[in-house]
Structures are given as C-alpha cells and as structure tokens.
C-alpha cells in the first residue's frame, strides 16, 4: 500500500510546472505534499539529494516538528502534487494509523541513505 493509495480520492491537487519551486530551505513548514505524479527534487544549500517520485512525500519534516524547511524542493518533472496541512496530516494519523507508518519509513529510507552517502 502506498501513501497515495490512503488519500480521499476527492484530495486537492496542484499543478508544479518542471523547474517551479515548490518550497524553499529555511521557509516555514506548514504544508507537507504527496507526489501524486511526476517527480521532485529535493536540494539541501542547492545540491541535489534525492529525487522523489509519484507516491513519494516532500516536507514532511516541517509539518512533524514545525521547524524550519531543512531543504528545498523543486519540480523535476511537472507535478501533480496533494498538500496536507497539519490538521489532514493528523486527521489522517487518526484515521489510517498506516499513514504514520509509511511517512516513518520514507524518513528512515532519507536518513539511511543519506548516512551511507557520507
């Protein structure tokens, strides 16, 4: 199962055009996104890290612990992307406990992969 497959099917959608920014390092996080299709970039102090495809979440960090954006991330490919504020974020915690699970799992995937990197 994925993230996508756990979203009401009437979720809002937003149209990124390839190379649009989406959000910026250092901004305030109030929205994490779900790749609906298309992929993203993601960039710590302009460098590409990770490219993220459709099923994929971009921002979360900033939504879990309301800090700062600790990167950037960009429309690699044009993108149909889902947000989710903090409210749908736990309303969908609440829900599909599966959905916490899989975010914990694209984290812990980011972390390990950028650990081995080093």
């Known amino acids: 199962m994925s993230i996508i497959d756990l979203l009401s099917s009437n979720s809002r959608l937003v149209k990124i055009a390839a190379g649009d920014l989406i959000f910026a390092q250092g901004d305030r996080g109030e929205v994490m996104y779900v790749v609906a299709e298309g992929q993203a970039q993601i960039l710590i102090d302009g ?28 429309a690699k490919t044009e993108c149909l992307l889902v947000p989710l504020d903090e409210r749908g974020f736990r309303d969908l915690v609440s829900r599909q406990p599966e959905f916490a699970l899989l975010v914990m799992r694209s984290l812990v995937q980011r972390l390990r992969r950028m650990d081995s990197e080093r």
Request: glycine share 14%.
């Open 47 to 74: 460098k590409a890290v990770e490219t993220v495809a459709a099923g994929g979440i971009v921002g979360e960090m900033a939504l879990i612990d309301s800090g700062p954006r600790s990167a950037s991330a960009i």
